[in-house]
T-cell receptor, first 114, second 114 residues
Framework: GESVGLHLPTLSVQEGDNSIINCAYSNSASDYFIWYKQESGKGPQFIIDIRSNMDKRQGQRVTVLLNKTVKHLSLQIAATQPGDSAVYFCAENRGGGSNYKLTFGKGTLLTVNP | DAGVTQSPTHLIKTRGQHVTLRCSPISGHKSVSWYQQVLGQGPQFIFQYYEKEERGRGNFPDRFSARQFPNYSSELNVNALLLGDSALYLC?????????????FGPGTRLTVL
């Protein structure tokens, strides 16, 4: 079936370490991916996106890697800070057609220990 | 500028009732999307509206309906409520259809069905 999922439901890191959050997707037709951060009591917040014609994209302290061969997406956060503690979701869009739809994965809870 | 606003923030209903949730997009945004987020899971796409027309639909029963008004605000209606409809309902707005990287989420409406 069509799904976007995560390998690890929880991740605990020390402040200053790098964090890596993983995501697997099953639909090879997906051509656009987004990482979201959701803090408690708030809606998801866009972090970074990547299109399927790229394999890496960098933002401020974040990097997204896309491996289309194994249908795997990862979010790397450099020098993780306590403010990075949140649930992180990957989402995919299959693009094209007339049905505009964004599919989210289940999420990974990142806890940053001071 | 005000972000996406939703009302009410919390709502308690009983099975069989209907509910209307409201969303005001960011000024200038023409597209509104609705998501259902069950506790502990990622948001599930329900609808996307653009210029008052439905442009995307997720896998939800016909009990769920929505509309968008000329001022681009939107309502989500759910009829014949079930216990399983208890969730956080998120609204998101974006400038254009499919501009996922410019999509901003509201804080959500917490619906509890008893």
């Amino acid at each position: 079936g069509e799904s976007v999922g995560l390998h690890l439901p929880t991740l605990s890191v020390q402040e200053g370490d790098n964090s890596i959050i993983n995501c697997a997707y099953s639909n090879s037709a997906s051509d656009y991916f987004i990482w979201y951060k959701q803090e408690s009591g708030k809606g998801p917040q866009f972090i970074i996106d990547i299109r399927s014609n790229m394999d890496k994209r960098q933002g401020q302290r974040v990097t997204v890697l896309l491996n289309k061969t194994v249908k795997h997406l990862s979010l790397q956060i450099a020098a993780t800070q306590p403010g990075d503690s949140a649930v992180y979701f990957c989402a995919e869009n299959r693009g094209g057609g007339s049905n505009y739809k964004l599919t989210f994965g289940k999420g990974t809870l990142l806890t940053v220990n001071p | 500028d005000a972000g996406v606003t939703q009302s009410p923030t919390h709502l308690i209903k009983t099975r069989g009732q209907h509910v209307t949730l409201r969303c005001s997009p960011i000024s200038g945004h023409k597209s509104v999307s609705w998501y259902q987020q069950v506790l502990g899971q990622g948001p599930q796409f329900i609808f996307q509206y653009y210029e008052k027309e439905e442009r995307g639909r997720g896998n939800f029963p016909d009990r769920f309906s929505a509309r968008q008004f000329p001022n681009y605000s939107s309502e989500l209606n759910v009829n014949a409520l079930l216990l399983g409809d208890s969730a956080l309902y998120l609204c998101a707005s974006s400038p254009e259809i499919g501009s996922w990287d410019e999509q901003f989420f509201g804080p959500g409406t917490r619906l509890t069905v008893l």
